[in-house]
Structure formats: structure tokens, C-alpha cells
């Protein structure tokens, strides 16, 4: 008779993991996120200095900003290798890569949300094309981050013509994950949670290389009934770890799951967005989405459409979806972003980006750092951080139509309008359209091979992706075309 997963405490489950070993954490933001094991492990590591050498694999950004999340596992010795979609979050991991002490990757969230499922049947890695023409591809630096970083782990290969990246497939040894609820054998759901994530390829993959799994949950119910509603089997889980509340936070931020779930999306009321340069661009970009579309709009200024779309009634005309799993409802923003208000539906992270990479979207409204004169994007690489692409490549590559929203200047910007005409009150101090990217997350001659319609939004000017690079398309009334738009930029549109 198969053995039931054992009920241990925090410090017993996190003895288990060996030096060297690959953990995966599970998560997205704080939703999802094992807090009370990472907590944990970063104790014992303090308290005796094991274990020691890990290469920590994530999909999603997981942590605060501060010390929670993956915040926890940022200690030299601690880490070897760090293989993630998204380090702004934690950047007590930038720095660590920043100053060269541990190996650092930064692939696509997509990519490696997908690659577990590879990786835990064994195949030879993710074949596909998201991340050609990038930083991320071989031909430039292979998503290497720093110059302690050398072993390749993605390629280019040529399949019937056409070139391809094949991600290697990366075998896991630990799982660490987060359910509401176990059952004696170790059986998992998930009905407090905001978000399925990844976290039934993260306990495949880890059992299917001899590896273990530890889960984190907030009670134990020995009269679950419905088999359909167990999201990770018990044949799966090794050590159990009941939260009873603590460290469980549904997401860092506030609740989104209970059963005020079933309300309609446009019963939710979001505060009117006051005037200013990110309104101007929200508005523009809205008009781009058309009645019954699915849609992404990434973080920052594009959540100003969401906001806009709901003070002229047009919330419930299209649907918004997340990259980690909720389809329509309303994102949540902050440190709630990745859970939404009111979903429809919330499906696995790894089968959202499925979706996606199929060309499931209509539109994406997305931010920018920068752009140059061929239309290409940069939207991770600062000078005292590493950001991490997250969900950008994938959903910016496979969208049949791209927004792009940024201010034209940066920095200290401020803008005025009166009977419709826009008034620069103050120039920002920086170039976001620049000769040279500092990184290449979005190829804008790529997209154009592939057929994307690619507009880039501010709130002066908009412009639009061509053969020849970016071309002026509109200019906003009582914009200087010369001294407030060419003279700003620096490059020459054709």
C-alpha cells in the first residue's frame, strides 16, 4: 500500500534538500508563493550553513520588493545558478548577479512554464521560436546575464528551413509549491489560492528525476470528494507542511478568491484615472482594442487602460486576460498582479501561455523603457538592476496586434491640455527613443516579417512599425512636430 505523504514542519521538510540540488518554486508575485518554506530554508541556511551550491529555478517574479519571496534565498553559498523569468521582484537576487557571485539566466516565463512540462517527461527541452532576435537568443547573449554565466542552455537549430531556439531541459530535484488544502495522502487543491501557477510540472518534474516535493498548505481534510478538484495528485507529494494561516497570504497584497468571485466584471468599480500623460496615452491605446477581443495589458502605464475602459463603459466589451491564468475580470495591479478581480476563469500558467504562443491574442497593450529607429524594444536592462523579461517575449512576440505605451521623455515630464490641444509644460530629462537598446527583448524587423500590426503609443505623437523602422502616424494638436518631437528623439524617422 503506497506510504501518505509525511505532515512535517517547516524546518524537518527543508532538511531534506541536499546540496547541489535544483529547486523550483512555484508562485507569481506573492500569489501561490511558498513563503513559509522559502522563509525556512533561508533560516537553516543561516542557522548551519546548508544547503549550499542550489540552482534555483522560477518562472514568474516571486517576492516584494524587500525581503519576502524569493528575497529569502539571496545569501552567498547559498546559490550557485539562478535560472528566472523575472528578477525585479527580488532584488536581493539583481544584486547578487549584478556583482558576479552567482550564475544568472533570464529566459522567458513562458518558456520555462512550458519547459517544466518538457523537462518532467523527459523530452529534449522546449523547441519554439520565442525569444529569436533577442538578448535571449544564442546569436546575441543567450539570456546570460552576467560574465560569470557561460554554460549555453538555449540553441538555435534549423528545421525544415526555418530557424528555432531548442531550451534545454533543466532536471529539477526539488519542488517546492503551494496548495490550500491536502488530504492523508497528500492529495492537492487549490480553492483559496488566486492562481493555479506551474505547480503540477514543477512536482512532475521533480518526482520524474528522483527529486522530492514539498508542499505548503493551509489545513488538512481527510473528506475531500471530488477528485476533479485536486490539482497535484499525493502519488507526487513527499512532505506536507500545514501553514494554519501563517504565511499564507493569498497574494502580497490583499484576497481575490471567495464567493464574491461570481460577480459580473463591469460590478467592479475602478477609480477614475486623474489627467495626466499616462491618461492621454491610455485613452489613445484603448481605441486600438475593438469590441470582443482577448486581451494582455502588461504592467504600468498600459493598466491605465483598464481604468480608462471602465469611466466610458467599455470594460465588458473585450476580455482581459493574465499571463499566469485568470481570463476575464479585471488584473490586479501592485503586488496583487497575476490574481483578478472577478475572473470568468483561471486555468494553469502553463496552459495560458499555450494560448498565447498561438496566436490567441488579438491585442496587447505593453510598456516600454526604450525603442530605437528599427521598432525594436527594450524593457529589462537598467544601469543598477536587472529587471527580467517575465511574460513579455511571449505575449509580445505571438499578439496579432501590438501597443507599445510609453511617454516620448522620461523623467520629470509634465503636460497640459486645453480645448484639445496638448501643452508641454515640461520636457523630461530622458530619451526613450534611442540610438542603441541597452537590450533587445522585442526584434521590431522580426515582428514585421511575421505580419504584427506594432503601434508605439505616447502622449504626444504615435507611431507606427514599417519596413523601414518606426514612422510618424499621428501627431497630437499643439505639438511642435520638430522641436517637440523630432529634436526629442535620437534617431531620424524616414
Not at 497574494?251 to 489627467?275: K, Q, S, Y
Request: proline share 5%; charged share 20%; net charge negative.
Amino acid at each position: 500500500m503506497r506510504a501518505a505523504a509525511r505532515r512535517v514542519t517547516a524546518a524537518e521538510a527543508i532538511a531534506a534538500i541536499p546540496d547541489g540540488a535544483t529547486v523550483a518554486v512555484g508562485g507569481f508575485v506573492g500569489a501561490g508563493h511558498p513563503e513559509m518554506l522559502t522563509a525556512a530554508l533561508e533560516h537553516r541556511f543561516l542557522e548551519t550553513g546548508t544547503p549550499r551550491n542550489l540552482t534555483l529555478y522560477y518562472c514568474a517574479g516571486q517576492g516584494d520588493r524587500a525581503g519576502r519571496g524569493l528575497n529569502h534565498l539571496a545569501h552567498r553559498g547559498l546559490l550557485r545558478r539562478v535560472i528566472g523569468g523575472h528578477w525585479n521582484l527580488a532584488p536581493r537576487l539583481g544584486a547578487l548577479a549584478l556583482a558576479n557571485e552567482i550564475e544568472a539566466y533570464n529566459f522567458p516565463q513562458g518558456v520555462l512554464s512550458v519547459l517544466l512540462r518538457e523537462t518532467a517527461a523527459k523530452r529534449p527541452g522546449l523547441i519554439t521560436r520565442v525569444g529569436l532576435n533577442t538578448f535571449i537568443d544564442p546569436a546575441q547573449d543567450g539570456g546570460r546575464l552576467n560574465a560569470r554565466t557561460t554554460e549555453p542552455l538555449v540553441e538555435r537549430l534549423e528545421l525544415d528551413g526555418e530557424i528555432w531556439l531548442r531550451y534545454k531541459p533543466v532536471p529539477i530535484h526539488v519542488g517546492l509549491i503551494r496548495a490550500t488544502t491536502a488530504d492523508a495522502r497528500g492529495n492537492l487543491t487549490m480553492e483559496h489560492e488566486g492562481l493555479i501557477g506551474e505547480i503540477l510540472p514543477i512536482a512532475q518534474a521533480a518526482k520524474n528525476h528522483g527529486g522530492i516535493v514539498i508542499a505548503q498548505v493551509e489545513r488538512i481534510d481527510d473528506t475531500l470528494t471530488d477528485p476533479k478538484a485536486v490539482r497535484v495528485p499525493g502519488i507526487l507529494v513527499d512532505y506536507v507542511v500545514v501553514s494554519g494561516g501563517d504565511q499564507h497570504d493569498q497574494t502580497f497584497g490583499e484576497a481575490f478568491c471567495g464567493d464574491f468571485i461570481t460577480r459580473r466584471p463591469d460590478a467592479f468599480e475602478l477609480p477614475p484615472l486623474p489627467f495626466s500623460e499616462r491618461k492621454l496615452i491610455a485613452q489613445r491605446a484603448l481605441q486600438e482594442i475593438r469590441d470582443g477581443d482577448v486581451v494582455n495589458l502588461g504592467i504600468g502605464l498600459p493598466e491605465g487602460v483598464a481604468m480608462v475602459a471602465a469611466e466610458t463603459g467599455r470594460l465588458g466589451t473585450f476580455t482581459l486576460t493574465v499571463e499566469s491564468g485568470p481570463i476575464g475580470g479585471v488584473p490586479a495591479s501592485g503586488l496583487n498582479f497575476g490574481c483578478s478581480h472577478f475572473p470568468e476563469a483561471i486555468i494553469d500558467q502553463p496552459s495560458q501561455f499555450d494560448f498565447y504562443d498561438g496566436g490567441g491574442l488579438d491585442i496587447a497593450v505593453l510598456g516600454a523603457v526604450e525603442v530605437d529607429a528599427a521598432g525594436s524594444v527594450n524593457v529589462t536592462s537598467f544601469a543598477d538592476r536587472f529587471a527580467g523579461v517575465g511574460g513579455f517575449v511571449n505575449i509580445a512576440q505571438s499578439a496579432r496586434r501590438l501597443v507599445f505605451c510609453l511617454t516620448l521623455r522620461a523623467d520629470g515630464l509634465e503636460v497640459a491640455r486645453e480645448d484639445g490641444r496638448l501643452t508641454i509644460v515640461r520636457e523630461g530629462r530622458h530619451a526613450k527613443f534611442v540610438r542603441r537598446l541597452q537590450q533587445v527583448c522585442f526584434h521590431g524587423p522580426t515582428a514585421f516579417e511575421r505580419g504584427q500590426e506594432v503601434l508605439y503609443v505616447t502622449e504626444r505623437a504615435v507611431f507606427e512599425l514599417t519596413a523601414e523602422g518606426l514612422r510618424l502616424k499621428e501627431l497630437s494638436p499643439g505639438v511642435d512636430l520638430k522641436s517637440q518631437v523630432l529634436d526629442q528623439i535620437e534617431f531620424c524617422l524616414p
